[in-house]
């Protein structure tokens, strides 16, 4: 057993750890930057804008339907092609942001629809625009119905930003790699406790997810 | 175009290593949810706790982490290629959604349903078998087809383990040509020959079933 | 709104879209053929005032990160940063390292895309790369051999030349079109990195990794079960590198080299890092001139 936590020193720890960091920083970026786009797609989803909806919906599918590691690997390998040098960090991030808005878009459609119709028409009614209608009646409701699958999609999030190990973000999953690499004998207990550590966190956001299910039923 | 005339055959290689993956993972993952979302709606504490931890650590952790943990522990035990491990990883991960869809399937069902068949002297197995399940599958199509979509593009993850997917092609190409930009494209309009078509079926048929209820 | 005025606003702004996206898509191609042109990275490094370097984090004795700094350490690292003040010194203006981490199957194209100005990492120098890439005159005299298990009753590349044998290489690295060439028979699998490839060997996924010896040796460091056989198939002495037509920048970095191999600073750093490998004898890597 001590050959097991032999992995862990102190500053193997701290660095993993740092990995930790990493990973929520880019999660939590990512999730507020999508929620903006996303929301803007959802509403000209919503909207049925003639042409224009559809177009944006075509778009959309295409995004979703394309792997992950794919529109990283593109944003970090291919966009410096055309002159756009991120950083690393923030080429996971810009990926992430693509990539989850359009699943957003979808969630933002899906609220806006749950919302009561009369509800426009009685704002509309008191003299607010349509916009005003919107932005102070309509997705304020929209927004509390999607609490949970945005947390859904923030577990997503943190799963998926392993996924950038493969172009060398410093997240956790790398940084597990690196510590495997000083000795091959720590690859089990690096990974038990990487999974560890994502299970613990994702399940807390599950259960978040799951408590304003039930508040808001 | 002509890098994509030139590598067309790896990446004609990659598509079917991707497509193989993608199958072999959808029936091992249809198979294991079912059962794992049975085990979650039976009398017995026992099969719904294992049920229901089952679902939530493999929902919960990273398919990558799953898939390193086949190819680098288990593969020491027990020999496999990369293709192996990704994709015995793969079914693992999705079959805990298709856990989830199959049993909001299930519990969609009336429960009158299943007390009808039990009292007319339908073991518990044979109701779910021939009653419930049939009906459950039916709900929860739109939902397995998601976790299709989501199958294929997450064998991306072969790509970690050497497991000669269409994204590990695509890299190799892209290091060797240095063509970035165009070698991705291409990759992703690959994906988006399984992906895309899916992805409006099963809208398709959401809209069918909307319309239907 | 009204339908008619809904309708209108939909049509113009999917037109503006769609052709937005059009024109995106052809200043895509454009630029990448634009950028695909020439950009002289001495001047670009010359304006920064810094040298952006691609180094390994998972390579012992040449880039390895040291988990308590953040840092990557290695003879590569030593190297790089040598180089820079050495450059610093020849164009009289101070200059500093600076480091991104690079996979194996990463810096080439972080080189052509510009992210990084130069690369220390374990690169042998090849014909076929040089096509692609400039190299600076080699800074290391690696060639190509073989990791096996102890027991494994491998002796030579011989013993592989066998469609049941599969060998280990890494994604990016010259190791596999050898393989071919000396072992036509067998079966090679390219992982991600090194650490991924010494664990499928051990996981049983291959019976050998082939790559450099100087890499192979840092791994038979810390797995005293495996040995590096068959002395070495190929000469790949390492080369720093650089985008293709850089040679105000290769000859700087020619003319660092040699200095520092001239005032000692080259022997200090072999000292350093391979005076303690095991069945090396880093007295054979010094450089006399």
């Known amino acids: 057993m001590s050959g097991f936590f032999s992995a862990f020193t102190e500053a193997n ?47 959309n599918n295409i995004v979703r339907n394309l792997p992950l590691l794919l529109i990283i690997f593109f944003t970090y390998f291919a966009l410096p092609q055309l002159g756009l040098h991120l950083p690393i960090f923030w080429a996971t991030v810009v990926a992430m942001t693509v990539f989850q808005s359009a699943m957003l878009a979808e969630i933002v ?6 919302v009561d119709v009369g509800q426009f028409e009685g704002a509309r009614a008191n003299g607010l625009t349509n916009m005003q209608t919107m932005w102070h009646i309509v997705l304020p409701q929209a927004y509390k119905k999607m609490i949970p699958p945005i947390i859904s999609q ?27 690499a000083q000795n091959t004998n720590f690859i089990v207990p690096v990974l038990v406790v990487m999974t560890l550590v994502y299970f613990l966190l994702n399940y807390g956001l599950s259960l978040i997810a799951k408590w304003f299910d039930h508040k808001l039923a | ?102 049993r909001a399937g299930i519990l969609s069902i009336e429960a009158g ?97 909307k319309k239907n209820a | 709104m009204e339908k008619a005025k809904k309708r209108r606003f939909g049509l113009i702004a999917t037109i503006i879209l769609a052709l937005a996206i059009v024109l995106g898509l052809f200043w895509a191609q454009q630029t990448v053929a634009h950028n695909a042109k020439h950009q002289d990275t001495l001047t670009r490094v010359k304006k920064s005032g810094k040298i952006v370097w691609g180094t390994k984090a998972d390579t012992k004795l040449f880039g390895l990160m040291d988990t308590k700094t953040g840092q990557s350490e290695g003879f590569d690292v030593d190297m790089a940063k040598a180089v820079t003040k050495q450059i610093g010194k020849q164009i009289g203006e101070k200059l500093t390292p600076s480091f991104v981490t690079v996979s194996t199957a990463s810096k080439i194209q972080l080189l052509k895309n510009t992210n990084i100005d130069g ?70 699998i390219a992982l991600q990195d090194y650490a991924s490839a010494m664990q499928a060997l051990k996981a049983g996924q291959g019976q050998a990794i082939s790559t450099d010896n100087a890499i192979l040796y840092g791994l038979a460091t810390e797995n005293p079960d495996y040995q590096v056989v068959g002395g070495t198939l190929t000469n790949g002495p390492y080369g720093a590198a650089f985008d293709h037509d850089q040679k105000p920048m290769v000859d700087q970095v020619n003319q660092a080299i040699n200095t520092m191999k001239k005032n000692g600073v080259y022997n200090q750093l072999i000292k350093k890092w391979f005076g303690q490998v095991p069945g090396l004898d880093w007295h054979d890597l010094e450089v006399h001139e």
Not at chain 2, 14 to 19: E, I, K, P, Q, R
Not at chain 2, 22 to 41: E, W, Y
Not at chain 2, 126 to 148: E, H
Request: hydrophobic share 50%; charged share 10%.
């Open chain 2, 1 to 102: 175009m002509s890098l994509f005339e030139q590598n067309f055959s790896v990446f004609l290689q990659g598509f079917g290593h991707t497509l193989l993956a993608s199958i072999f993972a959808l029936v091992g993952s249809l198979i294991l949810g079912t059962i794992f979302a049975i085990m979650q709606v039976t009398n017995s504490r026992t099969a719904r706790s294992i049920g229901n931890i089952y679902v939530q650590v493999f929902r919960n952790i990273p398919l990558l982490i799953i898939t390193l943990f086949f190819y680098l522990a288990v593969a020491k035990v027990i020999k496999m290629t990369g293709f192996t491990a990704g994709t015995i990883a793969l079914t693992l991960y999705t079959s805990a959604f298709i856990a989830e869809s199959v």
């Open chain 1, 109 to 114: 459609r899906g609220g806006l629809e749950a």
């Open chain 3, 119 to 188: 690369v220390f990492g374990v690169m042998t120098i090849t014909p076929e790369r040089a096509k692609i890439v400039d190299f600076s005159q080699p800074y290391f005299p690696a060639g190509q051999s073989l990791l096996v298990k102890k027991d494994s009753g491998i002796k030579s590349v011989n013993d592989l030349n066998d469609p049941s044998k599969t060998v280990l290489v890494v994604v990016g690295t010259t190791a596999a079109q050898n393989i071919k060439k000396f072992a036509p028979k067998a079966k090679t």
């Open chain 1, 13 to 59: 720890l701290g660095y993993l750890m740092g990995g930790l960091g990493i990973t929520v920083g880019v999660s939590i970026i990512s999730v507020v930057l999508s929620l903006i786009f996303g929301s803007i797609i959802g509403i000209v989803f919503f909207e049925k804008i003639p042409y224009f909806s559809s177009f944006v919906g075509t778009i």
């Open chain 2, 113 to 209: 349903q299943m007390e009808g068949a039990r009292a007319n002297g339908l073991t518990f197995g044979q109701a779910m078998r021939v009653i419930i399940l049939p009906q459950a599958f039916k709900v929860a199509i739109p939902s397995l087809g998601n976790q299709f979509i989501n199958l294929v593009k997450n064998s991306s993850i072969l790509a970690f383990v050497g497991g000669l997917d269409l994204m590990y092609q695509g890299n190799i190409v892209a290091a060797n040509s240095f063509d970035t930009f165009t070698t991705y494209i291409i990759i992703g309009l690959f994906y988006l020959v399984i992906t895309l078509p899916l992805s409006y079926y099963i809208q398709h048929l959401e809209h069918k079933l």
């Open chain 1, 154 to 180: 923030l577990i997503s999030l943190v799963k998926d930003t392993s996924l950038a190990s493969g172009i060398v973000l410093a997240e956790l999953t790398y940084r597990g790699q690196i510590i495997y």
